[in-house]
Nanobody, 123 residues
Framework: QVQLLESGGGLVQAGGSLRLSCAAS????????VAWFRQAPGKERNIVAA????????YYADSVKGRFTISRDNAKNTVYLQMNSLKVEDTAVYYC????????????????WGQGTQVTVSS
């Protein structure tokens, strides 16, 4: 049974930082690309960042380029999202997702999902 467990969310002031973690189990982690998505109330779930199986290739949404960094540790079956210079508009539930195919696309591209972690950025 595949499980993805996000952690690290919370409340932070604008300009602050958070690091999200996504711990995977029940799959051969190094065979899967992983992405972070986010969904704010009343809005669509959109991709934030993605990383391929080896960690060599990454993708970032324009809104987070230069502020967020995705990385992975295949030995620990974990993907991270370092979020710096946070803005109020970054407030959302953040989800990690995994799939055998690396995709920069919509949430339908990813087969497995975590339950999400709330990130709230205050002004």
């Amino acid at each position: 049974q595949v499980q993805l467990l996000e952690s690290g969310g919370g409340l932070v002031q604008a300009g602050g930082s958070l690091r999200l973690s996504c711990a995977a189990s029940g799959l051969t982690f190094s065979s899967y690309a992983v992405a972070w998505f986010r969904q704010a109330p009343g809005k669509e779930r959109n991709i934030v960042a993605a990383i391929n199986r080896s960690g060599i290739t990454t993708y970032y949404a324009d809104s987070v380029k230069g502020r967020f960094t995705i990385s992975r540790d295949n030995a620990k079956n974990t993907v991270y999202l370092q979020m710096n210079s946070l803005k109020v508009e970054d407030t959302a539930v953040y989800y990690c997702a995994a799939d055998r195919v690396f995709s920069r696309g919509s949430y339908s591209s990813y087969a497995y999902w975590g339950q999400g972690t709330q990130v709230t950025v205050s002004s």
